[in-house]
């Protein structure tokens, strides 16, 4: 009886380990992983995985690099690929046509010239302020910077201390996005952007004020 009213005890305190936490133990570790990886919306890293899955950190990290060479090697359409910190599934890029076909469907889903090349300045110039975003590219960049904010691609990152500008910076869904583990992986392009100093004369004083409810965007740049 008192074995019975230990164990009444844990379940009515929530004490103990969780409901199935044993039975996840016993479950096959690669098909555990990919049931858990199907349903992530960001990429999951190792501890938790090993956590969820009562597994050591180690046994998880090898299991996901082999799930990912036997993905390769069998030339599934859909591949497993360590990104911003974590693990996810991603559509392999030899696919990439069909995939787009069935996303968009015929809708404009891209980012605009703009957008893209306002991102690149801030991932490569970061952290920046979109007064030297605009004087990189020549243009008044609020519109576009707003879009790539709401779009998560960008978020602030503490103000210029001269200025007292805000500083921008890309975020862990743009690495998640690019497929890169860091900006480490960045392509060199940085030598073909400007240097700060080359357009310190243009910033701020030399570009108009980009308050975010500032109504003069660019009608081009959007």
Request: net charge negative.
């Amino acid at each position: 009886m008192n074995g019975a009213g230990q164990g009444s005890t844990e379940q009515g305190t929530g004490e103990g380990p969780p409901a199935g936490a044993s039975a996840v133990a016993e479950l096959p570790l690669k098909p555990a992983l990919e049931a858990v990886l199907m349903v992530v919306d960001e990429p999951a890293t190792e501890e938790h995985l090993a956590r969820v899955l009562r597994r050591p950190r180690r046994a998880v990290a090898l299991a996901l690099r082999e799930l990912s060479d036997e993905y390769t090697r069998e030339g599934r359409g859909f591949d497993l690929r360590p990104v911003a910190g974590g693990w996810r599934f991603f559509s392999r890029a030899a696919y990439a046509d069909a995939v787009e076909g069935f996303v968009l469907d015929g809708q404009q889903a891209r980012l605009t010239q703009a957008a893209l090349e306002t991102l690149a300045v801030v991932a490569y110039r970061q952290p920046v302020s979109r007064s030297r975003v605009s004087a990189v590219r020549g243009v008044n960049c609020d519109g576009v910077m707003r879009t790539l904010l709401q779009r998560g691609l960008v978020e602030e990152a503490g103000t210029e201390p001269e200025t007292g500008a805000i500083l921008y910076r890309t975020t862990n869904y743009f690495l998640e996005r690019m497929g890169l583990r860091g900006l480490d992986e960045l392509p060199e392009l940085a030598p073909f952007l400007p240097e700060a100093d080359a357009v310190e004369g243009d910033s701020p004083e030399g570009i108009p004020s980009f308050d975010v409810d500032d109504s003069g965007d660019s009608q081009t740049d959007h």
